[in-house]
Structure formats: structure tokens, C-alpha cells
């Protein structure tokens, strides 16, 4: 279920008037984030997409804060995701390269922003 912050949620999700708060009230919380860690996250979020964006169409390598190595051409980025076009050559470097089908070559990666750690410019 999608929740537009700009309205309060009333009974099954419509908005409600005047009913502040009450739509999760019995609801059992299993995270919340810190207070300033929204304004914080933004902030970077904005940062890397204003770094990223005047390379659309050079060839980048990212690295993502699970270990994951990409390398492509950097195709877009919106506020969310940059969007990687690799190939099975670029993407292994000097590594066994696993057996690809046709439907595997020149593929769109769609990475989260928030997930990458390094991000290197090739050309």
C-alpha cells in the first residue's frame, strides 16, 4: 500500500478529514528512522544525483556497499536509481566470465542510489 504523505490517512487507506494520526494506531512499529536521518538522506541523495548527472553518457564503475563491482556507461539517473548500461565484457575484468544468452547482452542496470559506496569515472 502506497501512503501520499501529503494526506492523513483515514479508514482502509482514504484520506481522512480532521483524523490525525489514527491511521496506525494499533499498528506494531518494527523501524523507524532517526529524526534527522530523513533531512540528512535527502541531502545526500540530492548530492549524488548532482555528481552523477553531468556524466550521463561517459563510462563509470561503481561499487556498492555490498562488495558489488559494475562497470558501464552511465545511461541515467533520476532521484532514486542511476541507471548503468553494461555488457557481460565490461562487467568481469579478467575474471572467468559466466555463459551468457542473447537476452543477457547490453542490459540496463538499475542501481539505488543509496547503495553505492564508490563510484569512479573511466572516460
Same mark, same amino acid.
Not at 536509481?81 to 568481469?92: G, I, S
Not at 579478467?94 to 542490459?107: E, F, I, K, M, S
Given at each position: 500500500?502506497?501512503?501520499?504523505?501529503?494526506?492523513?490517512?483515514?479508514? =482502509?487507506?482514504?484520506? #481522512?478529514?480532521?483524523?490525525?494520526?489514527?491511521?496506525?494506531?494499533?499498528?506494531?512499529?518494527?523501524? =523507524?528512522?532517526?529524526?534527522?536521518?530523513?533531512?540528512?538522506?535527502?541531502?545526500?541523495? +540530492?548530492?549524488?544525483?548532482? #555528481?552523477?548527472? /553531468?556524466?550521463?553518457?561517459?563510462?563509470?564503475?561503481?561499487?556498492?556497499? +555490498?562488495?558489488?563491482?559494475?562497470?558501464?556507461?552511465?545511461?541515467?539517473? +533520476?532521484?532514486?536509481?542511476?541507471?548503468?548500461?553494461?555488457?557481460?565484457?565490461?562487467?568481469?575484468?579478467? =575474471?572467468?566470465? /559466466?555463459?551468457?544468452?542473447?537476452?543477457?547482452?547490453? =542490459?540496463?542496470?538499475?542501481?539505488?542510489?543509496?547503495?553505492?559506496?564508490?563510484?569512479?569515472?573511466? #572516460?
Amino acid at each position: 500500500m502506497y501512503t501520499n504523505p501529503m494526506y492523513q490517512q483515514g479508514h =482502509q487507506g482514504y484520506p #481522512s478529514h480532521g483524523q490525525q494520526g489514527q491511521g496506525f494506531q494499533n499498528q506494531h512499529v518494527i523501524y =523507524q528512522a532517526e529524526p534527522n536521518w530523513q533531512h540528512t538522506l535527502k541531502q545526500k541523495r +540530492d548530492m549524488m544525483m548532482g #555528481s552523477l548527472h /553531468p556524466h550521463v553518457g561517459r563510462t563509470i564503475r561503481v561499487t556498492t556497499v +555490498d562488495g558489488h563491482t559494475h562497470e558501464g556507461v552511465l545511461m541515467n539517473v +533520476d532521484g532514486h536509481h542511476a541507471y548503468l548500461h553494461v555488457t557481460p565484457h565490461n562487467q568481469y575484468h579478467g =575474471q572467468h566470465r /559466466p555463459l551468457y544468452t542473447p537476452a543477457q547482452y547490453n =542490459q540496463i542496470l538499475t542501481l539505488v542510489l543509496f547503495e553505492l559506496l564508490v563510484i569512479v569515472l573511466l #572516460s
